[in-house]
C-alpha cells in the first residue's frame, strides 16, 4: 500500500477546503481511503475545515500552533495516524500564503524521512477572479504572492470552473500553461465534480519534481502583501430565546456586518468563514471572500435551532487589533439582535507579520 502525500497551496478563498473535502470523499469511494489535515497558526483552536470536513463525512485531522512547513514531527505523526488506518493518500493545506512550501515541506520530508512518504505533485489551486486579476496586471502586491505559489507548482488547479464557460476556461488554462510551462494545469469544480477523478488520478499516479524555483521571498512587495495580513479565531456557544431562531440567517447577517464594517472602513478580508451546528448535528456555513463579494451560504440549518456552537476564522489584510475591534462589535452587535445569550471559550488574533 502507498503512502501518499500532497500539500495544497493557493491564495486564501481559493478553495482549498473546499477541494480537499470533495477529492477526500471521491478518493475513498473510487481508489482507496484518503484523509485530509487542516493546517492553521492559530494555538488550541478547533478549525472550522476541521469541523466542517468531520460533519460532512471526511476523515480530517488537524495541525494548530505552527505550520507544517517548521513541524515534520507533527506533520509526519498526523501522517502516519492516517496510514496506519489504512489511508493510501493523505492531503494537506497550508497556512497564510503557503510561499516557501515546496522547499520547506516538501524538500524538509525527503531529507529528514528519505523513502517514508511518496511525495504527490505539489499542488497550488487559483480560482477564476484571482487568475483575473492576476491577467491583467491588477493584483497589487497580491500578484507578487499569486505568482510565486504558481511558480512552486507542480500541478495548477483552476478550482470554481463552473464559473466559467467552455471558452473561458480554455484561455485561463492556455494562460497557465504558458505561464508556468513546467506545470500540468487541470479544471476542477468541486461543487459540481467535475475533474475530480483527473485530480485523484493525478495524485495518486503523480510524482513531486522538487524542483527548487527561482524565487526571491525576500522581495519588497512579497514581503509587504504577507506583512499586511492578520488572523482572528473565534469560538463560543449562542443559547436562543424562541423556537423560531434561523442560525442560517445569523450566520449570514453576522457575515454581512463584518463586510460591511470592512467596506466602510476602506480594508479587505480575503476570507471568512462562519460554521455553527446544533446538538442534533445539523449544521450551517457562510463564507466570504473578499469585502465587495456576496456572501455565500452553501449549507443552510434544516430547521430552527435552539442551541448552536460557533467558530469563526478569519484573514484580512488590516492591523489584528482593527481585526479584533470590527468583528468583536459585529459578533455583539448581531447577536444582541437575536437576543442570543453568547459564551465565549476561545477568542485568538495576530498579525502575520508580527
Known sequence: MMNKFAVFSGFLGSGKTTAMMALTKYYTDHFGRAAMISNDLGTGVTLADCKLARLDGCRSLQITGECICFCHDVL????????????????????????????????GLSEKYPGRFELAPFTVLIEPRNL???????????????DAQLREADLIVLSK?????????????GWLAAGYPWTRQLALSAKTGEGLDVLARALRDGQASLRRPEIDYDADELQNAMDSLSEYYLQYRALVCC???????????????IQTAFCTAGGEIPHLKLLAWGPEGDYARADLLGAERPVETPRRF?????DIAVILNASAAC?????????????????DRYQLELTVFRKEHFGLGE
Open 76 to 107: 509526519t505523526g498526523r501522517l502516519n495516524d492516517c496510514y496506519n488506518e489504512g489511508c493510501e493518500l493523505v492531503v494537506s493545506d497550508i497556512p497564510g500564503f503557503g510561499v516557501g512550501a515546496q522547499e520547506h515541506v516538501y524538500h
Open 132 to 146: 483575473a486579476l492576476l491577467q491583467s496586471g491588477q493584483a497589487g502586491d497580491m500578484g507578487a504572492i499569486l
Open 161 to 173: 470552473c463552473e464559473l466559467l464557460d467552455a471558452e473561458e476556461r480554455a484561455a485561463a488554462l
Open 243 to 257: 423556537s423560531d431562531f434561523d442560525g442560517s440567517a445569523y450566520l449570514e447577517k453576522l457575515a454581512q456586518s
Open 302 to 306: 434544516s430547521g430552527p435551532c435552539t
Open 319 to 335: 492591523p489584528d487589533a482593527a481585526l479584533d475591534r470590527i468583528i468583536g462589535e459585529a459578533v455583539r452587535t448581531v447577536s
